[in-house]
């Protein structure tokens, strides 16, 4: 009897701790909020006052984190991915990290930093899909428009990554064939990006931003792997240009 | 039932209160004190990114580079230097690496090859090019000969051919290379903007080599605050830094010297930390610091691997002592004994750092181990842009005929400044 009683005593403090601890979060949560969303408001107002006018509530909606990833050129998968749109293909090694996979329906040549080319002489047209998404890891998707082939990582557009038609009616352009080697999260606050892209676009010409999207930036590293790197994809007009989240700086692109 | 119900109650609010607990402790640390918990645990690099990358830098670092466009000649100037090497590395060492006969040309072939479109880069010395290609591609090149001074990567009809000048021997050379000419033409493209021109392409540059680069306009490049990381300072030498060197805090001997240095003895290994940021390592062959070279290498195999996995070592204390220096090779020779001495040049903002004593490392290999090494470490700041002497106003200082002139940064005061330097006889002196 004494031992129930104690129970209940205990499961009443517990309740009432566990109340405490919950509001003290729930507070500590939305205070953290007004104070971001201040942050990035005086961080706008402060970018204004440079002369760059910036839209302010999709600054807001951008996400407060961010990740990218580095993967490490796989041979190998760009050999099956090879033979997928070929068929059983002959290979050669010219050097310098070429690697050409060809058959009676067209050839393939994979560069170092995802760079690849497709040249088609097959009637039967090829699945350039399925090809581009064997290549890619679960985190990517592939959208094809009018014939351009797109990468998107984690929901995000992946600038750079693109393989489109070419002159002589194949395919080129970089891509991501390999495995993730590791991960960049970003760790610039949303209201330190403001002020890069405020600068960045200062230093660009531009005295307004239409818009503002989450992007990443495919790099092709000297190792001859590839990096997407998480950015702020500012858009002024017809013309646009990238801010790494990683680094605040200004993405080449 | 009802006594086990509230005992189910009682262990269910107990972890729900820990879970809550331990998220208000979570939401009491602020991201700095994150950050520095993150940083503490190796997990994070100076930016706050997760550490995953490699050092992805070159190992050498060209004097020059630019894009021969439509328009032309576009020279690479500071920062920018550094953005269009990460672009064009994948290129250059594609071809390197794809190299299949080099022929001899003659120079006016050379030249032809400047007015086309592709990629222009030069060095302050003639490398060698197997070690370029090594160094370039990480796969080591038959040739070993020739040596470029200054190249060119050519697209021109379907093909990519790389052409260069061998400054050693004087003499033009030519190779085919598999290189992708798609990806190189739309490079090119890109650059439609010249800013410069090459001496042969205009009167009045006579005292130049006719393949020398000129800026036609302003031309700016950053300047640097500089500070030397002081090792004499409490904590300054972290245990990081002694890992890097396989020192062992713990069993070493530490003294300081009357100038104020601080010395770590570990058998016979001794690490000698200074005031201005200088780091001076020897030790005994069979204790050194092993570079995992198999025995048996041949000496263009020594040099090309010694000078690698050495800069990778540089660049690892480097990190460990929480600063960014960009290293290139400027030397690497192998004795009559088989000792490799390897120099680095320190590379910031587009140019090199001209040293107080020459170079920014030196590094002995022996018997696959590292025993000595000298450099210093120094701390960079940005500051603001400085505009170089005109190449117009320049060449009135310039003497009858020099070898090239180079942007360097000479230092003084606190601060890098970016200035013109005369190369002549293989030395070089400052304009400005």
């Known amino acids: 009897m ?8 205990l499961i009443c403090l517990l309740l009432i701790v566990n109340l405490l601890l919950g509001a003290n979060a729930l507070i500590t949560i939305r205070e953290r909020d007004t104070r971001e969303t201040e942050t990035v408001r005086s961080a706008v107002e402060l970018v204004r006052s440079r002369g760059v006018e910036l839209p302010e509530e999709k600054l807001l909606t951008l996400p407060q984190t961010m990740t990218g990833a580095v993967f490490t050129r796989d041979v190998e998968q760009e050999r099956a991915a090879a033979e997928g749109l070929l068929g059983p293909c002959g290979e050669v090694q ?25 040249d088609w002489t097959s009637a039967e047209a090829p699945d350039l899909t399925a090809f581009l998404t064997s290549a890619v890891s679960e985190r990517a998707e592939v959208r094809e428009e009018g014939g351009v082939y797109r990468l998107w990582l984690d929901g995000l557009p992946a600038a750079g990554a693109v393989v489109e038609p070419k002159g002589d009616g194949g395919w080129s352009g970089s891509w991501v064939f390999g495995a993730v080697r590791g991960t960049e999260a970003s760790q610039v606050s949303r209201a330190s990006m403001i002020l890069a892209l405020g600068t960045a676009a200062s230093d660009l010409g531009y005295d307004s931003l239409d818009d503002v999207e989450a ?7 000297p190792s001859g792997d590839v990096r997407l790197t998480p950015a702020w994809h500012a858009v002024s007009g017809s013309e646009g240009f990238y801010v790494s989240a990683l680094s605040g700086e200004l993405l080449a692109q | 039932m009802r006594e086990k119900l509230k005992s189910f109650l009682l262990v269910l609010l107990s972890l729900s209160a820990a879970a809550l607990f331990g998220l208000n402790l979570l939401l009491a640390l602020d991201n700095s004190r994150f950050a520095r918990v993150r940083r503490t645990l190796g997990l994070t690099d100076e930016r706050g990114a997760s550490v995953v990358i490699a050092d992805e830098s070159a190992v050498l670092t060209p004097a020059r580079l630019g894009v021969l466009g439509p328009g032309g000649l576009y020279l690479a100037a500071g920062t920018a230097a550094d953005e269009l090497l990460g672009e064009t590395l994948p290129i250059l060492s594609e071809a390197l690496g794809s190299v299949s006969r080099i022929e001899a040309i003659r120079q006016q072939q050379f030249l032809d090859r400047l007015e086309g479109q592709g990629i222009y880069c030069s060095f302050t010395y003639p490398v060698p090019f197997f070690l370029l290609q090594y160094w370039w591609t990480g796969e080591l090149g038959l040739a070993d000969q ?15 051919e790389l052409a260069f000048y061998d400054g050693a021997q004087e003499r033009f050379y030519l190779a085919e290379t598999a290189a992708g000419y798609q990806r190189l033409s739309a490079l090119c493209a890109r650059y439609d903007s010249p800013n410069a021109f090459f001496a042969c392409q205009s009167d009045g540059w006579q005292m130049l080599p006719l393949w020398e680069p000129v800026w036609i306009g302003e031309v700016w490049y950053p300047s640097y605050a500089v500070t030397a990381l002081d090792f004499t300072q409490e904590g300054a030498i972290s245990k990081e830094i002694l ?16 100038e104020g240095d601080v010395v770590y003895v570990e058998g016979r290994t001794a690490l000698q930390f200074s005031r201005d940021g200088s780091v001076a390592y020897t030790s005994q062959d069979e204790q050194g610091l092993h570079l995992d070279l198999r025995e048996g290498l041949s000496e263009r ?27 290139s090779v400027a030397r690497s020779t192998v ?3 088989g000792v490799v001495t390897v120099a680095f040049e320190q590379a910031a903002g587009g140019a090199f750092v001209t040293g107080e004593d020459g170079y920014a490392a030196v590094v002995t290999v022996e018997n696959g181990a590292v025993t000595g090494i000298r450099m210093r470490l120094l701390a960079l700041t940005q500051l ?22 180079f942007v360097r940064y000479g230092s003084g005061d606190g601060r890098l400044t970016p200035g013109l330097y005369v190369m002549k006889g293989g030395a070089s002196r400052g304009m400005e």
């Not at chain 2, 020594?302 to 960014?324: E, F, G, I, K, P």
């Not at chain 2, 002497?389 to 005929?401: I, Q």
Request: proline residues 3%; contains cysteine.
């Open chain 1, 215 to 221: 992007a990443c930036v495919l790099t092709a590293l």
């Open chain 2, 384 to 405: 603001q842009d400085v505009k170089l002497l005109p190449y117009r106003l320049a060449s009135s200082l310039l003497p009858e005929k020099c070898d090239g002139v």
């Open chain 1, 94 to 118: 010219p050097g310098g990290g070429i690697y050409e996979y060809g058959s009676e329906k067209g050839q393939i040549v994979f560069r170092s930093g995802g760079y690849v080319e497709i």
């Open chain 2, 146 to 160: 020739q040596a470029a001074s200054a190249m060119v990567l050519t697209v021109e009809d379907g093909r990519v």
């Open chain 2, 335 to 337: 004795d009559e004994r």
């Open chain 2, 243 to 258: 890992s890097a060197f396989s020192v062992n805090p713990y069993l070493a001997k530490v003294y300081k010297t009357t």
């Open chain 2, 301 to 327: 195999e020594l040099r090309a691997y010694a000078a690698a996995r050495s800069r990778a070592l540089l660049q690892d204390v480097c990190s460990a002592a929480s600063t960014r220096m960009s290293l």
């Open chain 1, 2 to 9: 004494e031992w129930s009683k104690a129970k209940t005593i």
